[in-house]
């Protein structure tokens, strides 16, 4: 099913228990004592990287997520390395639209490889997993920048609980979920002197 709010979402033929269980089969959803790239600290993780490798499930999960944006005008979907790079592909291949990413150079997302964004073009924005939303809130400030025109958010797992926002675009997750997160301070892993991993792909959640 698709979880979102401010759009139009036609749902999808996979449903939130299944995918739950995709991630549980393949060790996606992790337990453990972990620091976000928020800097705050939580029990769970979303390793979505776990279930991606396997090219049949990531395409199943991009044709789900697609399905959301069924009323949606779409010419490209982009997402943020590296996350999002994946998602991004299988989402675009079931729209039958262009696939990019974005990457932080010298601390700014922005488009290499000779990527590009033309005037007005409508860009869809998806990542695995959102927390704060940081990493899509600085891709959505880029597409905006190169003036085209962001037209809606996806992401397999929102870890928000829905309270995510993106200054009104259409925000549709395959899970959303809230999980409980501590600063350093409240963390009662840290009293008890479990060890801490981040186990992202820039050494963060």
Known sequence: MCVGKGGTGTGTPIGSAEIMELFKETGALRQGHFVLTSGKHSAQYMQCAQVLQYPWLAAKLGEALASCFAGVEVETVIGPAMGG?????????????????????????????????????????????????????????????????????????????????????????????????????????????????????????
């Open 85 to 205: 790079i994946i998602v991004a592909h299988e989402v675009g291949r079931a729209l039958g639209v262009k696939a990019l990413f974005a990457e932080r150079q010298d601390g700014k997302m922005t488009l290499r490889r000779g990527f590009a964004l033309k005037p007005g073009e409508k860009v869809l924005v998806v990542e695995d997993v959102i927390t704060t939303g940081g990493s899509v809130q600085e891709v959505i400030a880029m597409v905006k920048a190169l003036g085209a025109t962001p037209v809606g958010v996806g992401v397999l797992v929102d870890r928000s609980g829905g309270q995510a926002d993106f200054a009104g675009l259409p925000l549709y997750s395959l899970l959303s979920m809230q999980i409980e997160a501590f600063t350093p301070e409240e963390c009662p892993l840290c009293a008890q002197g479990v060890p801490w991993e981040k186990p992202g792909s820039r050494g963060q959640a």
